[in-house]
């Protein structure tokens, strides 16, 4: 019997992980031990020919596209960004929904000439004033956009909208809608050509639990 090709998934940390271990679980996929617990950064699972490793969300687009991780696990926001070259994308997950939204203050007056939006999603934010006929100029931040329009650093920020209530606490508002956002399953060139038999019984299963959890 020929030897089964050992598979890596790689596994966003912060907020998807936990949305995202029931469905691999449903997949029977589980990892060894308690990936909360830990300060591991690659993990075993029930599968010996199956590893996670568990990197940044936006790092799981650079892993997968260059064969250092067979398939992963990231949100829609962070794939555009990445641009999503080498990448195949066969399953919509539906998990950590939420919106890409342009907001500002909510008192915010129309800007005359070229406006200055604050982003962590650079390439987006790009493409989408671009395609408004929009000519802007756009400032990277890592993290906290709201406060980027309050200290006068920018006019509008791109980011993800849930609830809103992250931009209301910080008197902004949503004003126009960019894309909605979930988790997806993603698949490198490489693994897609030379592991696929292992692949498409974890893509069926997986969209199995999705649908499952889907109709409740
Ligand atoms: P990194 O650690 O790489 O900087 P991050 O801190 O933005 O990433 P998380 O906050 O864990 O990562 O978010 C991961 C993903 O969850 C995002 O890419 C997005 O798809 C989704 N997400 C972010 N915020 C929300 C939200 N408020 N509601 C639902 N989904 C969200
Ligand atoms: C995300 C996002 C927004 C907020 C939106 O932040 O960056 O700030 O959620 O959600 P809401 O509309 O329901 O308020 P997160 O909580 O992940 O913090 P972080 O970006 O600092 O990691």
Same mark, same amino acid.
């Given at each position: 019997?020929?030897?089964?090709?050992?598979?890596?998934?790689?596994?966003?940390?912060?907020?998807?992980?936990?949305?995202?271990?029931?469905?691999?679980?449903?997949?029977?996929?589980?990892?060894?031990?308690?990936?909360?617990?830990?300060?591991?950064?690659?993990?075993?699972?029930?599968?010996?020919?199956?590893?996670?490793?568990?990197?940044?969300?936006?790092d799981v687009p650079t892993y997968v596209e260059y064969g250092g991780a067979d398939m992963g696990i990231a949100g829609k926001d962070v794939?555009?960004?990445?641009?999503?070259?080498?990448l195949y994308e066969p399953l919509d997950l539906e998990i950590a929904k939420c919106k890409l939204m342009v907001a500002g203050l909510t008192d915010a007056l129309p800007v005359?000439?070229?406006?200055?939006?604050?982003?962590?999603?650079?390439?987006?934010?790009?493409?989408?004033?671009?395609?408004?006929?929009?000519?802007?100029?756009?400032?990277?931040?890592?993290?906290?956009?709201?406060?980027?329009?309050?200290?006068?650093?920018?006019?509008?920020?791109?980011?993800?909208?849930?609830? /809103?209530?992250?931009?209301?606490?910080?008197?902004?508002?949503?004003?126009?809608? %960019?894309?909605?956002?979930? !988790?997806?399953? #993603? @698949? /490198?060139?490489?693994?897609?050509?030379?592991?696929?038999?292992?692949?498409?019984? %974890?893509?069926?299963?997986? !969209?199995?639990? #999705? @649908?499952?959890?889907?109709?409740?």
């Amino acid at each position: 019997m020929m030897k089964k090709q050992q598979l890596t998934i790689a596994l966003s940390k912060g907020r998807i992980l936990e949305e995202t271990l029931p469905l691999l679980e449903a997949a029977n996929i589980i990892p060894a031990e308690n990936i909360f617990k830990s300060r591991k950064l690659i993990f075993d699972t029930n599968h010996d020919n199956i590893k996670f490793v568990v990197i940044r969300a936006t790092d799981v687009p650079t892993y997968v596209e260059y064969g250092g991780a067979d398939m992963g696990i990231a949100g829609k926001d962070v794939l555009m960004e990445h641009g999503g070259k080498g990448l195949y994308e066969p399953l919509d997950l539906e998990i950590a929904k939420c919106k890409l939204m342009v907001a500002g203050l909510t008192d915010a007056l129309p800007v005359e000439g070229r406006m200055r939006i604050a982003t962590k999603f650079v390439n987006i934010a790009k493409q989408y004033f671009a395609q408004q006929g929009c000519q802007v100029d756009i400032v990277k931040l890592y993290g906290a956009m709201e406060l980027a329009p309050i200290m006068g650093l920018a006019d509008r920020i791109v980011d993800i909208v849930d609830t /809103g209530n992250t931009l209301r606490a910080n008197g902004l508002e949503p004003m126009d809608f %960019i894309a909605n956002i979930s !988790s997806r399953l #993603v @698949v /490198g060139q490489p693994a897609l050509k030379m592991k696929h038999k292992q692949i498409q019984p %974890i893509i069926e299963m997986m !969209s199995e639990a #999705v @649908v499952n959890r889907r109709e409740g």
